[in-house]
């Protein structure tokens, strides 16, 4: 009986592709009587691969959020950067779920280190600044990439098959590396649900964050659990609503 | 449809205790095809309150484990000290859970450091020392005891009431040592649902054991992820089966 | 011969105000041939105590450093959280400096730790974010705060020598907490120059983060120093033209 | 003066092995009126190579312990996995000696960091566990391999040259990980003094942990010197003897 | 108006030497107003590259302290080990500058983590225990050496065009080890400039530790900053002037 | 058949306390056929409670090493801050002991952490520096001081009754903050065997540096281990002679 939002942070996804997100994602639940609704946002990036795209996020994130208010029980931050996570987390009361951030909790418990394995090089260092804000620095064996553009995969200029043979040979070097799990870092990887075709040929485990933080999203919703005012406290809301959210004014606190 | 074990690693629970445990571990279940079967052990410590206690509590878990094989989707340690969560692990293929370790992957999603609140101060050096295996050290604000035996509180010599004042005062210190959420050190509590009597009276996030460990095998079993060959390699079966694990003649690979 | 903008990110600030912090900039160059230019933006929170002002801040310091291109040597975030630092990183060629970074790196040459010390509590967990961020966390002695707002400063209701009472209290506390130095943690305290009036009555070095990052910037630009693009990856400016920062159309890369 | 057990946790070592590692145990005293005596257990694995065979050999061995109550001044735990450390020290008030953990101590007057070099890559994760255990990873270069079982080297199928060979080249490799000590991860290794034949061909040091831990037990009891309760706090040993150690009915406490 | 005394720890340096090495030191400088003077030391060693030179460097360069005491504003170890830093630090009230600690301040400003790229593999271990000291460890990528003697470049037995190549693979492979920035471990190279050379061919940024120490006194100096009795406590003068420093006798304390 | 040289960096002890500390160190020893000389240096601090008085006192030493080149097995530093112990280990191809390192390496073995109770605060910052360079901090539970000068323990202006009492209420406290060990952190408080007064009132274990540095020197002479080249490697011998140590002309390589 829990509704999620899954909000994808860019802007101008197809609507197809959210469907096509959503139709999967409600596949991801625990529970039959809990729904995932997929949207994205109405001002934002196209899509988040510099930390300019994640600061400018974040407002589209906030805004729809305060315009959903008392619609879901728990909402999911639909990227693998987990943008704007503590700023959605001063604003709201039910559960911010990191996709990010869930599947490092989930490979504490399969293993000792994880590794990400995501599309491009150049993302590694804002991965390294959100493991160090995490503090799971230590948890990391490596950051490794396929070097395969999101692009290339969706429009078949590399095959299926291709991926999966690099993404083998990525986790082949993962596991040399130390790791045990491997984190998808992108949520078109996780989209893809590239770890059913490759979690056979591995000895690590494939964390598909999409999948995650929907079951994490149902859990805490259901547990009643949330993010703590110790760590994320409340903001001066009228001092907000009078500079940059006046869409604050139509939100009654609450839920 | 995940059948999950609950396994209490000391030996005399009276079958009420066992039973009233299992109808509250059902409660917790996100999905209601899921069921957990609350167990013991034939051979064992009374309670697990010294490292030799929990040392000694292995041996009656694996034999369990292999004489249910193949009837469950997912076990639970029945301890917030995860004894045996190691041996456990390399001897199963199905997701073996340890109520701690999936607690503090739980506090990872609430804030940025917990305490433990437990019963007795003589168990601290060995939540340390767990502390230290899993590499949680950092993220533990302190460990802090409620300083009231567990047979006082079921004998009601130490009401209800004062329980929780004496437990609303530790998380108070706990919070000032920088904790944000407060995971239950001992699974006496975490089934007294202490958590529901003080929730409301402080800032810091309770976090159950039991019903974290019973969501997490859940998710766990409805996924298909398991700890990896990685982290807790496959011993040598036919070496065990023939030293000190003779059960394991019974047993056929698999599951 | 530097040119340096120090830009405040949130919006509204008086025009006295920035004068007088202009005036006072000036005085802590290092060189009389560089100057300082006190701006703020067009866009943008009243001030920043929230992970949401913060965030929401980053859009208009993006918009004025490129409309301001090729005019200034540096660029000091005039807010002690270092709002945007990697995101503004990311867009210039030009030092970019955060003066709550600069001042961790001049604690460094004063002593063991330092403390921060700084108006609100409220604002403790986006300090130790942005510490573990730095990966600085470990040099951190301990928060503190003087829990007497800016307004009540500014409108003298709190006096200047009580003001300087509780500072030096909160030093004590501080130097017993292991500091050898404090970080002024809010540049309204730096601007109030706080330290010239606490030092002979403390042991440990006060740190003013708007002189350290003056001469900081000064020194950057003198030497021809910059953040590396192997941590501050250029990101892809056709597509940010086309998104989020259109304003990006009007900038010819270089400088 | 000191009698000093050297306990083998495995049961079924040949008599004349025994005798054999008795014989050269008393060779590493530095004292010549101390002795070295080696027992095994009645109950217990063959070997211990996997966390199963660890936790299932600590019965056995607190059994002897109780046995042999008030006989001996010092206790050495005869595996390089140092299996039941923490169980053995909350029962004993003699010195109980890990040899992992006195190498590793002895490891720290010789260089900066120490390598592990073992016999199988599947005890890794076990190693590291221990490392964790024991806070020391960060002094752990890393864990090496000789991939060459106890029993060919035993019987010889790899010659004695061979051996060295295969030492020398992981040797070699762990100096280039950065170690300036290299301790030997098997008992049955230490037993073949394989550092007398090596230690002439690398630069790194070579601790051989069956005559580090004879050394040190010697050291603790003529210095009086145990582990300290506070981390290994005495146990309520009624309710031990009415569980799992019926056998303490037979001890009184004391030494 | 700041005079800065850049103490060479060695004796023996050619008096054009020191004079080329002045006048590049001046050149550093932000302000016209300040003046660096190059002095050695009465005795010492010809170069400091064990830890017997460092330690034995000492004596010399308080001696010199004592001698000029009064005559500078700011005084710069001039050696990339830092050697005596904490012993100068107890001596004078002016602000003491390490060319290495304070390139590693500079390096926090420039990326996540540097790289140290010296002459000669054998200074690695010292330079290991001075990040220790420094608690800077964790921001290290490497240390790398170009393994090509001082004399050999100043005799010009390998040509400048060769050493550049030299470093520039290096930095290369410092880069692939993390390296955002690069640190010139030996003052010679840093007087080489050699950053001049390299810059434009790579993509981490080379820091002069010279010309940072020159940056760092003057701005302390300016900013009337130095280092905290705190973390560096007075000494007992009286006892030292009647032992290992009888020099001190004419010093009267102040500045 | 060890003869070892326990070495006092400072000069000027008088000749009856070098002969009491003599007999009480040979009473330290595990082999009655080992045997302690101690000896103090031409040239040096009258004792070491600075950095400066440690930088000093290390010429006297490398300089008495030299002279007795040939006659000891092993060598003690005989100081709680082990002076020097990386240039002696540069020098010597015996094993120089360092009692504050071998101290923490036997804490490691009796308990999670220790504490360091030593005479005076104004050593802290040397004490956390060594800790630092030993890469020990995380294994210190805090640094306490009994506040009462050497001198006046010496001369009975404070009774041993007092000091004891002190040195107690010390213990608590730093058993309070975690520790399991202390260190007595000064020489004189060894020789003083106060740990046989205070061992029966409290439950932490008190180490004596002098007593464990003495079996350990004893335990590496025995076993031919020793500090590993690789993280002391050998400084240019020539160099040295011609420099800063001429006295090395007398002195044959070796030993």
């Given at each position: 009986m829990s509704d999620i939002l899954y909000l994808m942070p860019g802007k101008g996804a197809a609507k197809e592709e959210k469907l096509r997100r959503e139709k999967i994602a409600n596949t991801f639940?625990?529970?039959?009587k809990n729904r995932v609704f997929v949207d994205d946002v109405d001002e934002g990036p196209l899509s988040i691969e510099s930390s300019i795209e994640g600061d400018l996020s974040v407002h589209g994130m906030l805004k729809k959020a305060i315009l959903t208010k008392g619609k879901y029980d728990a909402l999911i931050i639909g990227c693998a950067d987990d943008p704007g996570l503590f700023s959605m987390r001063e604003l709201l009361d039910i559960p911010v779920i990191g996709p990010f951030e869930s599947s490092i909790a989930m490979a504490s418990m399969i293993g000792e280190k994880f590794s990400v394995i995501t599309i491009?090089?150049?993302?590694f260092p804002e991965t390294r600044m959100i493991l160090r804000k995490y503090g799971a620095e230590q948890k990391c064996a490596s950051i490794r990439a396929i070097n395969c553009c999101v692009e290339d995969m969706i429009q078949q200029k590399v095959s299926r098959d291709e991926v999966i043979d690099i993404f083998i040979r990525q986790a082949k070097l993962a596991e040399s590396d130390g790791a045990s799990s491997l984190i998808l870092g992108c949520m078109t990887m996780a989209f893809l649900l590239l770890e059913e075709a490759v979690q056979e040929k591995i000895s690590s485990i494939v964390i598909n964050p999409a999948k995650v933080s929907v079951k994490m999203a149902e859990m805490m919703a259901s547990m009643g659990l949330k993010h703590s005012v110790l760590s994320y406290p409340k903001p001066d809301f009228e001092k907000l609503k009078n500079s940059v959210?006046?869409?604050?004014?139509?939100l009654e606190r609450g839920k």
């Open positions: 639940l625990t529970s039959e491009l090089e150049s993302g959210l006046p869409e604050l004014k139509n």
